[in-house]
């Protein structure tokens, strides 16, 4: 027989960006279980998490145990104790003949265990197995979980799987929505997901989505935002508000900063992307026939707005320039002083990197703007907040824009400061931050990373690829062994994961230098073109042949060359070769060199008897190696062959 | 439309109504409701609890002058513990808003997660926020530590802020205009103390003194829990509360210094030690003291 389950974990309200790696990790338990099943999926809603399979079996397949008993030469009494213990008769036994002689053998029907035994012995663990960041008691000495377990539903089939958990009994009670629905809701396999609709609740995140889509219509539909909001929500529906368009004088930002992340609205523009008066919220109820749920909304929204344009003004009062002795209080790191002492740390970075005077500028205003009621209020608009008070005070475009910049990028995905000042001031926050953190032993381990040095690292090599920006970074570490190890590991990160280089040829092009990431980036996109040529992977295996050949005889490149001690014709030819094409592009020669470096392995032995022989071809084929490594070390390409 | 004062009169009730004891402010300053022995001290040990009361809550560094039209010095908090916490706390807390007069099929209730953490205090909890119409009224917590010692009885603390709560419910976009009680606005009661601490908070308090009132306290505190002594027969007669009170005036003196400027970022992460380290052998000994008095 083929059976439905369903299991549901009703809680008080899970935070909404912890819900779906919770599912998966659900759905991940249950399989492990190793319950056949036809099909299994996972739901939820901020009260509920829910796992559904169908084509459960009622029992496991039966099996035969083995049970060996007395050798067959044992006692008459012996057996007979065997097969009552057994709870047989000896006619029952068989005779098996086994390595160490003939014994007798009970063949033991074993019935399979009922599914649903095995699922009330395994759920609570699978339950409370679920990963979640922040865990909480709600009895002493009771399980942990996510919030508090209020009711659980576990059927299969008809019929209840019994367990327990935190003194809350499985059963086939659910729970409809808070206001809306009733709070015990009976249900089954089968009219479960309608019975959740017929008190206010829908189960599907698709379909909160849509739900919440279809009233956004004018309104810009931000990812991250609509994904919380579907899973902040049992019954979501969007509804429309406006605000006062004075608020409109204050800058775009600062207006869709308070809608987006303090108010989780979404904002509305018109065509050329121009801030309307208007927000879309979403409410956790079906509709707002009185209006009540709109007027309520748009008055939080005018005191938040009232106390942003309250700031800003009072901001107004005091210079960013003005500021900057304030940045004395205000602390970067205890052992690495104050804002005020890294921004002074910044002009001189900015300087030594070829900032000019606008860099320069920009680097001694842009952490003032840390001293501001705006961005104590509204801290992920540091920076933006600093360019724009820079603006309105009259600073050039390219210090404004350097300020509002200059923590980008924030992420893989971000783009790199729009203007070469905003480059250098990124450049310089970050630097910063990384030499004094690995100077001081802050380095980052496994997954704790408190001030976020990967970010600043991976910043580190963006801006400098993508700005086309040809500064010594191995210079601007300082000799710092871990810091450049560090950066290693970003750098071949950035080629291999956002660029699409292959692992060979970034470990290739980075063992001939990485100092300057974009002549690494160009010699990464010659490599990508050689590895077209049919001459590119003999080529590269001759040249691992050469590496291990050199570090086998410990060659260090010491003696001379001499041309006379030259004898057979391949080796010759090769020398000829090499004399010609010397200092030439590797595009070039590839085709030529390939057929004189195979015949030299073919014909002539390295390890000539004469001594002196031996130290010339060696000193040849270093010479070889060094010439044509200048792109990359082809000895680290992967062949195929 | 309901004052103010009435808010309060059914919140109490409601609540009394529910098994808790009603206790009035407590009578020494503090930061939040939770900084109230009421609290802080009662949810721990393995007795049970139900208490209510409003808390006027100071918070120096947010006076505005009076200005702001949400920005208080001195907000009034409802605060609420129930220890243990029910199953069906949140039902409760639902319950209480529509005792106010808040029909929640008309209203957009969610909790967000919002989870409380004071250091000064040894203690933490995971909750929400509870949100209405978009606006934040309530924090919900659930202690999980309290003076750094888990809790026997997990509590429930609600917090309403009832000033903000009311402006809501009135239909005012400033608190100095909800209506306090018949023809009294909040403004006429308490505008006055708005301008002055913040006038006392950010020009004039001398430093120098504050500091020397906070060294005084922080000693009078110090020779008291040293002098505490888990072992002695009389150990139910010793001061624990009124050491507690000196622990609350460095609290309050902290909070006063911070919003003056006169406390470097590198001090303050020292000072708030010494404040914890205070609060935390207080709630030590309270465990201990009322362990031996349950004997």
């Known amino acids: 027989m083929s059976l439905p389950f369903l299991l549901e974990i009703g809680t008080e309200e899970i935070p909404d960006w912890m819900i779906r790696n919770a599912l998966e990790d659900l759905r991940a338990q249950f399989v492990k279980l190793g319950i056949a099943h036809e099909s299994v999926r996972v739901d939820a809603t901020p009260r509920r998490l829910v796992l559904r399979g169908s084509g459960l079996p009622e029992r496991q397949a039966d099996s035969v145990e083995r049970v060996q008993g007395p050798s067959k030469s044992a006692p008459a009494q012996a057996v007979e104790g065997f097969a009552r213990k057994q709870g047989v008769t000896q006619g029952d036994l068989a005779v098996e003949t086994t390595p160490k002689g003939e014994y007798y053998v009970f063949h033991k029907r074993v019935a399979g265990r009922a599914i649903k035994d095995i699922m009330a012995a395994a759920l609570p663990g699978i339950v409370l197995g679920i990963y979640f960041p922040k865990t909480m008691y709600w009895v002493k000495g009771g399980p942990r979980f996510i919030r508090p377990i209020r009711w659980i539903v576990a059927l299969l089939g008809e019929e209840t799987v019994p367990f327990e958990l935190g003194g809350v009994r499985s059963g086939n009670l659910s729970s409809g929505h808070r206001r809306l629905g009733a709070r015990e809701v009976v249900v089954t396999c089968a009219d479960f997901e309608e019975r959740l609709r017929d008190h206010c609740v829908i189960l599907s995140a698709d379909e909160r989505r849509q739900r919440i889509l279809s009233g956004l219509s004018g309104a810009k539909v931000d990812a991250a935002l609509l994904e919380t909001l579907v899973y902040l929500t049992e019954y979501p529906t969007a509804i429309e508000g406006t605000f006062d368009p004075a608020f409109l004088e204050l800058p775009a930002e600062v207006l869709v900063t308070v809608m987006r992340s303090h108010q989780r609205y979404f904002s509305v523009e018109d065509a050329e992307g121009n801030l309307l008066p208007q927000f879309v919220a979403v409410m956790n109820i079906g509709a707002d026939p009185e209006g009540f749920v709109r007027r309520g909304n748009e008055r939080v929204l005018r005191a938040r707005f009232a106390d942003a344009r309250f700031f800003w003004d009072s901001d107004q009062k005091k210079k960013l320039a003005d500021r900057r002795a304030d940045l004395g209080s205000v602390t970067f790191q205890a052992k690495l002083g104050s804002y005020r002492d890294k921004a002074k740390r910044m002009k001189v970075l900015v300087k030594e990197l070829g900032g000019k005077a606008s860099a320069v500028r920009a680097a001694d205003l842009c952490k003032c703007d840390l001293t501001t009621e705006v961005v104590k209020e509204f801290t992920e608009l540091q920076g933006v907040v600093g360019g724009l008070y820079a603006r309105a005070q009259g600073e050039k475009a390219d210090v404004w824009q350097a300020i509002y910049d200059h923590y980008k990028p924030v992420s893989m995905e971000d783009s790199i400061p729009r203007n070469k000042a905003g480059r250098l001031v990124a450049l310089a926050d970050k630097l910063d931050t990384l030499r004094g953190c690995f100077r001081v032993g802050l380095i980052p381990t496994g997954s704790k990373d408190p001030f976020a040095l990967r970010r600043a690292a991976q910043g580190v090599v963006k801006i400098l690829v993508e700005g086309k920006m040809e500064l010594p970074l191995l210079t601007l570490l300082e000799g710092n062994a871990e810091l450049i190890e560090f950066f290693e590991d970003r750098v071949r990160t950035y080629f291999k994961d956002v660029r699409g280089f292959r692992y060979d040829e970034v470990n290739a092009a980075m063992a001939a230098g990485w100092s300057n990431l974009v002549d690494l980036e160009s010699r990464l996109v010659r490599i990508q073109a050689l590895r077209e040529s049919p001459d590119f992977e003999p080529l590269a295996a001759s040249f691992k042949r050469i590496r291990n050949i050199l570090e086998q005889a410990k060659f260090e490149g010491a003696t001379g060359f001499r041309e006379d001690l030259l004898e057979e014709e391949p080796e010759k030819e090769l020398y000829s070769e090499y004399l010609s094409i010397a200092g030439q592009p590797i595009e070039n020669v590839i085709s030529v060199l390939r057929p004189k470096v195979d015949l030299f392995f073919d014909k002539v032995l390295v390890n000539a008897p004469n001594q002196e022989v031996r130290q010339n071809r060696l000193k040849l084929l270093f010479e070889l190696r060094r010439e044509f490594s200048k792109v990359a070390d082809f000895s680290e390409i992967v062949t195929t062959s | ?295």
């Open chain 2, 1 to 295: 439309m309901q004052s103010f004062q009435e808010i309060i009169f059914k919140l109490k009730q409601y609540w009394a109504e529910r098994g808790c004891i009603i206790q009035e402010p407590y009578d020494v300053e503090v930061g939040a409701g939770t900084m109230c022995p009421e609290t802080f001290l009662r949810v721990l040990g393995p007795a049970p609890y139900r208490v209510a009361y409003v808390q006027p809550s100071r918070r120096p560094a947010d006076g505005r002058y009076g200005d702001n039209p949400n920005r208080l010095f001195k907000h009034s908090q409802f605060q609420v513990i129930l220890k243990p916490s029910p199953d069906d706390i949140i039902e409760l807390y639902l319950g209480s808003l529509e005792a106010i007069g808040i029909d929640l099929k008309q209203h957009d209730i969610k909790f967000e997660e919002d989870n409380w953490e004071a250091p000064t205090l040894g203690a933490w909890g995971v909750g929400w926020q509870v949100m209405l119409d978009g606006l934040e009224i309530s924090q919900f917590t659930y202690f999980q530590q309290c003076g750094g010692m888990d809790l026997d009885l997990v509590p429930a603390e609600l917090t309403y802020g009832l000033e903000r709560l009311t402006a809501f419910l009135q239909f005012r976009d400033s608190v100095y205009d909800i209506e306090w009680a018949k023809g009294v606005t909040y403004g006429d009661v308490r505008y006055r103390d708005e301008l002055q601490y913040s006038v006392y908070n950010f020009e004039v308090a001398d430093i120098k003194t504050l500091w020397k009132l906070f060294d005084l306290h922080e000693g009078e505190a110090a020779r008291l829990l040293k002098a505490y002594d888990p072992k002695s027969p009389e150990k139910k007669r010793f001061p624990l509360l009124p050491t507690y009170d000196h622990v609350l005036k460095c609290s309050n003196l902290f909070n006063t210094l911070d919003a003056r400027g006169a406390i470097s970022v590198t001090e303050r992460v020292g000072v708030i030690q010494r404040v914890r380290k205070m609060a935390v052998g207080v709630a030590q000994a309270w465990v201990n003291q009322t362990q031996e008095v349950a004997e």
